[in-house]
């Protein structure tokens, strides 16, 4: 195997590095003069794929594809927010140096009617212990908690219809307890200033959260929580838009735009996650055009989620042709990507 090296600028840190990837006595240069630890996706959903009614479960084929594109373009970890558990769990099981790190929360957690009908199955409240439970045994390390909803109907979330908690506060503290004991992190869907019950009562980390405010930022990162504000599905405009929701979508984005720099100052890690319709390169776009400086968006993709999910990064590599602080766009196309110490692209 050969002895791949990287010669140049490692970010987000700046400094000028030699790194060598692999123990053949033969080495080959490794193109670029740029590189980034391995990205991370820290809010995906490897068999989702988008259906009439919003998202539905698919299997391995779908996943196998996610993780094929995701290799390609750098990433090395992802963490797995809820979807297909029979796949997603395997995934998180078992190792396999062709594809990225998978960490999986197994099924999303949401009762009757409370998430998009064709992406679950519901858990009522009095079975929410039992089911997180059930996903600990299976392998999660994080849990996927719909912390809040629209109003749902035959055909999905029925718009312009009231968000509303999913379950009631203690139900979701007892669930938050049980899994910090079991040494299992929460994640949170929630839009709504549900967010800051959510917060009190424990849960890792904030998942969308459009309303999350200075004092959520505060208590947040008080405990060194995260947020993935996974712009590319918050603020990116439908083909069906009518002008109220676009409307409503650049308020919403103004809105990010001035809550995003104070995660920094309160310690809380931003993370970049693809959700369905993203990808970290364009994750990392937004995030640049809401409000953060290009090593801050690059560490939310790199060392700074492999620091909050425990991992090391060692072994993974992506380089690039140009400098990403000054060239953004280039993360798009990397030059080469390295994963588990061997050159895969």
Partial sequence: MTTWVFEGTVLPSGDTARLSFGQDSSSEQLPGQYA?????????????A??????????????????????????????DVGGNREITLELART?????????????????????????YEPVAPADLLTAVEAEIAAGATWLKLVGDFP????DGPIRG???????????????????????????????????????????????????LTEKDLQAL???????????CASVSPSPDETPERKARREERSAYLASILPLAERYGVRVLTGSDVVGTVAAEIDQLVRHGLTVEQAITAASTGAQD???????????TYDADPREHPDVLATPAAVVLNQRRVS
Wanted: with cysteine; net charge negative.
């Fill in 36 to 48: 980034v630890p391995g990205l991370v996706d820290s809010h995906c959903h490897l068999t989702l």
């Fill in 221 to 231: 990162g008080a405990r060194g929580g995260a947020w993935t504000p996974t712009l």
């Fill in 50 to 79: 988008t259906g009439p009614n919003g998202p539905v479960l698919r299997g391995a084929d779908l996943a196998a594809e996610r993780l094929a594109e995701l290799t390609q373009a750098g990433v090395s970890a992802v963490r």
């Fill in 161 to 211: 219809s009231k968000v509303s908690p999913s379950y009631e506060i203690e139900v979701v503290e007892a669930m938050v307890e049980l899994a910090h004991a079991r040494n299992v992190r929460v994640a949170a869907h929630v839009n709504t200033d549900h967010v800051s019950e959510l917060i009190r009562v424990g849960i890792d980390s904030v998942e969308h959260g459009t309303a």
């Fill in 95 to 119: 190792a396999d140096p062709d594809r990225p790190l998978v960490l999986a929360a197994g099924r999303f957690l949401a009762p009757n009617g409370r998430y998009f009908p064709d992406a």
């Fill in 308 to 318: 909050f999910l425990g991992l090391s990064g060692t072994g993974n590599l992506v």
């Fill in 151 to 154: 109003e749902v109907g035959p």
